[in-house]
């Protein structure tokens, strides 16, 4: 009788072992042993299900990350980075995804991204500004009022990115940012620069008061 594979095998063999060192070794052992494209698409599943605050897969997945952080998984991560860009396993492309701009490039171009991936990976700590910038040059998503906030909030974001796209949040982000103590103080002063300048707030009532 052969192995079983796929997530519900890979998962229930994880957790019937108590110990994090051992559940990291039978998982290392299981990214060794299965193919790629069958290992790619058992954990893209675990990855979703984790996601959805699955219980059972959020705890698999503590052990599928230590396995991949080990030392020698560097080929073997490429390979499945490479079948999650190639077969759009954007569950799988969100644990392992290498944050180079050309990658993200092509993230940001799938039609199957959604809004809340890009504003994970925009807010993602610590952040590569080379990864931000990417962000910020795509017109699809930068011009998403969630994108942009993630992306000003980001002390990754180089002063510069974050300067421009202050000018277009509105008074009420701009007095978000303005008081978040992780954001460089360069920022916050550019956006309370723009509180200064914006009109204040017409309430009802105000018309004709002087």
């Known amino acids: 009788m052969g192995v079983r594979r796929g997530p519900d095998a890979l998962v229930g063999a994880t957790l019937s072992l ?16 299965w193919e790629v494209p069958a290992l790619a698409q058992a954990l893209d599943a675990v990855c979703e299900r984790a996601e959805q605050a699955e219980v059972a897969a959020r705890e698999a997945l503590l052990s599928i990350v230590d396995a991949l952080n080990a030392e020698g998984m560097d080929d073997v991560v490429q390979r499945l980075r490479e079948e999650a860009e190639g077969r759009s396993l954007l569950a799988l492309e ?4 290498d944050p180079h701009p050309d990658v993200i490039h092509r993230l940001l171009r799938n039609p199957r991204v959604l809004e809340d991936d890009v504003v994970r990976l925009a807010a ?61 103080a360069a920022v916050r002063a ?16 105000d018309e004709g008061v002087h």
């Open 94 to 97: 969100r644990l392992i995804a």
């Open 124 to 184: 993602r700590r610590p952040g590569r500004s080379e990864v931000l910038v990417e962000i910020a040059r795509s017109t699809q998503w930068v011009h998403r009022p969630r994108v942009r906030m993630a992306l000003v909030l980001n002390p990754a974001t180089p002063a510069e990115i974050a300067a421009r796209i202050a000018g277009l949040l509105l008074r009420p982000e701009l007095e978000f940012v303005a008081g978040s103590p992780h954001v460089p």
């Open 18 to 33: 108590g110990d994090a060192a051992l559940r990291a070794a039978y998982v290392a052992s299981v990214v060794r042993a």
């Open 190 to 205: 550019l956006c309370m620069e723009h509180l200064e300048r914006r009109p204040p707030v017409e309430r009802p009532g």
